[in-house]
C-alpha cells in the first residue's frame, strides 16, 4: 500500500492498520490524559456585546488568546485582566484542539446552559451591565396598552 492508498482509508481502519503495524511498540505506552470540557463559560467581550467562550471555535481562541497575551505583555489599564483570560483561553483551547465540533454543556454564570455548535462568528450577546446577559427573553409587560382582551368563554 502506498501513502496515497492509505490516506484514502476511512479513519477507523486506517487507525485499524497503524495498530496492526505499530501494535507491540503502543502496547506499553500508556494513553494521554484527555481533557474534560472547562464547567463554566466565560465571556469575550466586543464591540456592542459579548460572545460566549463555549461558542468559539479553536482559530478563534487562539486568536483571541494571542491578542489578550500581546495586552497582558503591553502592562495598559486591562494587562492584569488579560493575563488572567489568557489561562482561561488555554483550557478552552485545549479542549477544542480535541473536540473541534462538540457542543459545550456546562454553567454559565449560576445557570446550567448548552451552547450553540462552535463558529467563527458566534452569536453576539447585547450587555446590559449588570452581570446579565440581555440574550434571555423578556418576560411580556403586564399591560400592553391595547386594553384587557377576554379569552375566557361558557361551555
Known sequence: MNREDFVALPLRLALGVIWDALGPQLASVSAPPIPRAPKYDGRLFKKGGFCWLSELDLNSLEWWQNKKRESAAGGGQYADRDA????????????????????????RGEDRATAAPPSREPRLHQWNGNGRSRSKPQPPPEDDGRGAEDDSFDL
Not at 483551547?93 to 459545550?104: C, G, H, K, N
Request: glycine share 4%; hydrophobic share 40%.
Open 84 to 107: 488572567k483570560d489568557v489561562s482561561l483561553y488555554e483550557k478552552w483551547i485545549e479542549w477544542r484542539r480535541l473536540f473541534p465540533s462538540e457542543v459545550w454543556s456546562g454553567t
